[in-house]
């Protein structure tokens, strides 16, 4: 990355992390008496004192990534190609529809005052016309070819590439919404998803530069006010919109099995879930003492804050495998 490409990173970085405090800061007030977060009465009892805590907190987002992402293409057109540009708008617009739907999923629990939104046939149905509608536009407006692009070379998947990312950017988007579980996770996982990213940008892949340096700042100034005890949850407003974005750089790094690894705390998460539900339906008996994985943990004694710290470290640790089957 050149040195310019570090101060436009540093810019997109500060800029995506003042506005998402900056407007949190604002929100929180009139959320707390207008959006409060029905609390998941399946999940753990303690949970119940975080009753009262404003949701909604991803609508942030969305104004930080409406704030940079036009600064972001139009530097990307000058300075790399039309294409970048083109490819970061693509993934933009792809998590801002997704957040659409978060948005709809919150406003309808907080109508019912219930944890319970859109059916995940809903959520689903609406996820996959614009999982199909971003493969398609890559397809049609970049040229995205059915392969692998790895360190030692490509490997051609042919039409087994299409299901493979229609896979990855839902399985992603959702996963990411169930990590949002426990104060300060999501977001963290999001923090050290964007530290993975920039380190594979390192190489002047610029439209990924930009996307990380949004994860990164958002998760920050997301962070101040997240962090155990929460002021703020980011809702399915927020989680969806950092899943999409990550599955977006899936398509980005021409790789979507490599995101699986770097969001491999969203895919063990999911894991846990389905893991759970199968060996109950099986044998009668769980596996963990309460899915996703965060809540197990949480029952075994782990603090909020603790279940972030290792959820950033798995994260890094996943994120070396997948820097040495890109970049070296």
């Not at 299901?163 to 996963?175: A, D, H, I, K, R």
């Not at 919404?177 to 963290?188: E, I, K, Y």
């Not at 909020?304 to 997948?322: D, S, V």
Request: glycine share 10%.
């Amino acid at each position: 990355m050149t040195g310019s490409g570090i101060f436009f990173f540093v810019f997109i970085f500060a800029l995506s992390l003042g506005v998402t405090a900056l407007v949190e800061r604002t929100i929180i007030p009139i959320l707390k008496e207008r959006a409060e977060q029905p609390i998941y009465t399946d999940g753990p009892k303690w949970h119940a004192s975080k009753s009262g805590t404003p949701t909604l907190g991803g609508l942030a987002f969305i104004i930080a990534l409406l704030s940079v992402v036009p600064l972001g293409a139009v530097w990307l057109a000058d300075t790399l190609s039309s294409d970048a540009a083109v490819s970061l708008v693509l993934t933009a617009s792809y998590a801002l529809l997704n957040s659409l739907i978060g948005i709809i999923d919150d406003l309808t629990k907080l109508k019912k005052k219930k944890n319970g939104g859109l059916t995940p046939f809903q959520k689903l149905a609406m996820q996959s016309v614009l999982a199909i509608l971003l493969l398609y536009l890559r397809a049609t407006l970049l040229g995205d070819e059915p392969t692998l692009a790895f360190s030692f070379g490509t490997v051609n998947i042919g039409i087994w590439y299409y299901p493979l990312s229609f896979l990855m950017l839902l399985g992603v988007t959702n996963c990411a919404n169930l990590t949002d579980g426990v104060d300060g996770l999501a977001s963290s996982v999001a923090f050290a998803i964007g530290t993975v990213l920039f380190f594979i940008s390192s190489k002047s892949i610029g439209e990924i530069s930009v996307i990380s340096a949004l994860l990164i700042g958002i998760s920050v100034g997301f962070l101040i006010f997240n962090i155990h005890p929460a002021k703020i949850f980011m809702g399915d407003t927020g989680s969806l919109l950092l899943g999409a974005l990550v599955g977006g750089t899936g398509l980005m790094l021409g790789n979507p099995i490599l995101i699986l690894l770097i969001g491999g705390v969203y895919a063990i998460e999911g894991a846990s879930v389905i893991l759970q539900v199968i060996s109950y339906k099986l044998t009668g008996k769980r596996i963990f003492k309460m899915a996703p994985l965060h809540h197990h943990l949480e029952q075994s004694g782990f603090s909020e804050n603790k279940i972030c710290m290792l959820a950033i470290i798995a994260t890094i640790i996943l994120g070396i495998p997948t820097f040495l089957l890109y970049i070296s």
